[in-house]
Nanobody, 115 residues
Framework: QVQVAESGGGLVQAGGSLRLSCAASRSIFSTNDMGWYRQAPGKQRDFVALITSGGYTNYAESVKGRFTISRDNAKNTVYLQMNSLKPEDTAIYYC?????????WGQGTQVTVSS
């Protein structure tokens, strides 16, 4: 049973935008703060953004002012709006709880930004 499913990735030119979506099971979404993480080739997985159940948000310094995280409680979905994308944003993007739980890592969605 898939508990977390990411979608919305793709290939985009530098300066472009993408919106990622993460559909989670109600049992996960309703009781947890949610976050986005990313893993670039050959690097460790890093935190990108979080949103609490109350709507508080926080971002990694590298994406502040460019990315916006939001959640739709009725749809059990978390979004990541990514604007002004840079080649260094290229990575697989994952959704998970905050803090992350090993059992909730999904397949992720690939984002590739060309220069």
């Amino acid at each position: 049973q898939v508990q977390v499913a990411e979608s919305g990735g793709g290939l985009v030119q530098a300066g472009g935008s993408l919106r990622l979506s993460c559909a989670a099971s109600r049992s996960i979404f309703s009781t947890n703060d949610m976050g986005w993480y990313r893993q670039a080739p050959g690097k460790q997985r890093d935190f990108v953004a979080l949103i609490t159940s109350g709507g508080y948000t926080n971002y990694a310094e590298s994406v502040k002012g460019r990315f916006t995280i939001s959640r739709d409680n009725a749809k059990n979905t978390v979004y990541l709006q990514m604007n002004s994308l840079k080649p260094e944003d290229t990575a697989i993007y994952y959704c998970n709880t905050v803090p992350a739980a090993e059992r909730y890592w999904g397949q992720g969605t690939q984002v590739t930004v060309s220069s």
